[in-house]
């Protein structure tokens, strides 16, 4: 049998790692094991020699289609012929596209194209709060017609399923490799790390991170050290740079960039802070709460079901003030943030496995 994941963006970011594990996780798994032979990543134009080579060596194949963008234009409709060329020609048993961008072009194209089980995934919905109007009702009317080209929808959270009257969707929560993470316990009783972990842009919020910061330096005066990074890079580098400097923060909160080793970052952690506008799932939460961390982050999407209010970490409603007061409830209070730290790796180790997604996909895969 033959199976493609259509993705946009060639590098491993969130979605493309869900799709190297569970491509990768097929041959280990007892419902999929020697039934699927040939594996295919299709995707946009390729600049990253190091994102061919985390496949290629799990035998998995990439397809480059340099028209296959995730901005809006008349190269779609090449893209869509390209596509269903593709599909033609190489006549998958399965399309699993992942996705806005995908969800639309790809799905229709590999229906049409007579591939007979077409399966998406929704990491992420384009016609969320902070989109305009316009754009919420046109990406709203075409996925939900895209559906219809569809076998299977899945959604990584339960609050999607309501965004799709056409089609039942199936809930399948992402899963992490957690054989990839190293916890190493490591108390520091004096000081409390708080850390961003993202891009830095709109949808990841860090300037309302920095503005926190600011507000706690402004108003605790306890024993423990509270320490900051924002780690991670992206658009809106710049402005938080600046907004650093606006602020004198710049001996207060480290600025490494993009993060090599998680595992060494993460033992090095208390608090995880995300000010997400908006959010599918975030892994990060989940790769966090391994190491015993719990999160602050806004009660949006379906952040509320991966990191659990008051039990795995604080939720809030937005806005640094609300935040920062987040941040000083653990500062005072060490014991909370050792129950939710507790609590965190409890409920993720139970619920976000790799095996536990990969066994779900086979599971749709091979669905009669």
Not at 21 to 35: Q, T, V
Not at 52 to 68: D, R, W
Not at 135 to 159: C, H, M, P, W
Not at 204 to 216: M, S
Request: hydrophobic share 40%; aromatic share 10%; net charge neutral.
């Amino acid at each position: 049998m033959k199976i493609a994941h259509v993705q946009v963006i060639p590098k491993l970011s969130g979605v493309q790692q869900i799709t190297l594990d569970i491509l990768s996780g097929l041959d280990r798994n007892s419902k999929c094991a020697g039934e699927i032979t040939d594996k295919t990543v299709i995707c946009g134009e390729i600049f990253d020699n190091d994102f061919v080579e985390l496949f290629s060596v799990q035998g998995i194949k990439i397809i480059s289609i340099p028209s296959l963008k995730r901005e809006i234009g008349l190269h779609d409709v090449k893209c869509f012929f390209e596509l269903y060329k593709l599909f033609r020609n190489e006549q998958y048993n399965i399309v699993h596209t992942n996705s806005t961008k995908p969800g639309i072009i790809a799905r229709i194209a590999a229906k049409c194209a007579g591939t007979k089980r077409v399966i998406h995934t929704v990491h992420g919905i384009a016609f969320h709060a902070h989109a305009n109007i316009i754009s919420r009702l046109i990406f709203y009317i075409l996925e939900n017609i895209a559906t219809l080209f569809g076998d299977v929808n899945i959604t990584v959270n339960k609050l999607y399923t309501k965004y799709y009257p056409f089609v039942k969707s199936k809930v399948i929560y992402n899963g992490v490799d957690f054989e990839k993470l190293t916890p190493v316990k490591n108390t520091k009783i004096n000081e409390m790390h708080f850390a961003f972990f993202g891009r830095l842009d709109e949808q990841k919020n860090p300037l309302e991170f920095i503005k926190a910061v600011k507000i706690v330096l402004n108003t605790y005066s306890g024993p423990i050290k509270p320490k900051f990074t924002l780690a991670g890079d992206g658009e809106l580098r710049n402005k938080c740079c600046q907004m650093v400097a606006d602020f004198n923060l710049q001996d207060k909160i480290y600025m490494p960039g993009w993060i090599n080793d998680k595992s060494k970052f993460l033992n090095e952690v208390d608090v995880l802070c995300q000010p997400s506008k908006w959010e599918a799932f975030g892994l990060v939460f989940v790769e966090a709460a391994y190491f015993g961390i719990p999160s602050i982050a806004t009660n949006v999407e379906g952040i509320p079901e991966v990191v659990l209010p008051s039990e795995t970490g604080i939720l809030y409603d937005g806005g640094a003030e609300a935040l920062a007061a987040c941040m000083l409830s653990y500062l005072t209070d060490r014991q909370l943030l050792a129950e939710h730290g507790i609590n965190a790796k409890k409920y993720v180790t139970q619920n976000f496995t790799k095996e536990k997604m990969v066994s779900e996909y086979c599971s749709v895969y091979f669905e009669k």
